[in-house]
Nanobody, 122 residues
Framework: VQLQAFGGGLVQAGGSLRLSCVAS????????IGWFRQAPGKEREFVAA????????VYADSVKGRFTISRDNYKYTVFLQMNMLKPEDTADYYC????????????????WGHGTLVTVSS
């Protein structure tokens, strides 16, 4: 499966953005999808993940209550709705795919897309 992230941009603190992860290839619905981010000079960190069916989600503590992950398997797309954005959310955001259950461990993901840049101004 191939993945591509879209939807990044510049937003003021307190604002919202919705990222999309669009997949191509077979059996997208078999994959759990995770969102990760990497800020300049920092290590990659987990943001959120969703199971293949959409009935199980995992969030990093830093985004709980502000970000929501969802998916539409008919459209081969996973969404990350980001509300109440903070300057510390500024990063390149990547989506990744793995079989079976969602995980916060990036090492378990086999397929990675290119990032989309999110910049939150104060």
């Amino acid at each position: 499966v191939q993945l591509q992230a879209f939807g990044g941009g510049l937003v003021q603190a307190g604002g919202s953005l919705r990222l999309s992860c669009v997949a191509s290839g077979r059996a997208f619905s078999n994959y759990a999808i995770g969102w990760f981010r990497q800020a300049p000079g920092k290590e990659r960190e987990f943001v959120a993940a969703i199971s293949w069916s959409g009935d199980s989600t995992v969030y990093a503590d830093s985004v709980k209550g502000r970000f929501t992950i969802s998916r539409d398997n008919y459209k081969y797309t996973v969404f990350l709705q980001m509300n109440m954005l903070k300057p510390e959310d500024t990063a390149d955001y990547y989506c990744a795919g793995k079989l079976r259950s969602p995980s916060n461990d990036g090492g378990q993901y086999r397929y990675w897309g290119h990032g989309t840049l999110v910049t939150v101004s104060s």
